[in-house]
């Protein structure tokens, strides 16, 4: 069984930063891509960025220069660098990363989601 878990979300000014952390824990043989979602109320799940296993990355347009994501292979981690926030920012940012377990073939697994808000 693959687990993703995300933390670091909060209420944070406009203007501030934040850092989420999405661990993935279990069977994991081997973690490809990671990416980071969000999703307001109404809306539909919103892609922000992608990471993939050689480290190269990209970024929605709404978020470039602001963001930065990163991966820390030994430990299973993914994180979201989020500087500059704004209020349009403020959503449920859910971690997303596609693992070959040793138990089930490649496929995605979500995080739960962490709350962001940024309002002063």
């Known amino acids: 069984q693959v687990r993703l878990v995300e933390s670091g979300g909060g209420l944070v000014q406009p203007g501030g930063s934040l850092r989420l952390s999405c661990v993935a824990s279990?069977?994991?043989?081997?973690?490809?891509?990671m990416d980071w979602y969000r999703q307001t109320p109404g809306k539909e799940r919103e892609w922000v960025t992608t990471?993939?296993?050689?480290?190269?990355?990209n970024y929605a347009d709404s978020v470039k220069g602001r963001f930065t994501i990163s991966r820390d292979n030994a430990k299973n981690t993914v994180y979201l660098q989020m500087n500059s926030l704004k209020p349009e920012d403020t959503a449920v940012y859910y971690c997303?990363?596609?693992?070959?377990?040793?138990?089930?073939?490649?496929?995605?697994?979500w995080g739960q989601g962490t709350q962001v808000i940024v309002s002063s």
């Open positions: 997303n990363a596609r693992i070959t377990s040793y138990s089930s073939p490649t496929r995605d697994y």
């Open positions: 279990g069977s994991i043989w081997i973690i490809h891509a």
């Open positions: 990471i993939a296993s050689s480290g190269s990355t």
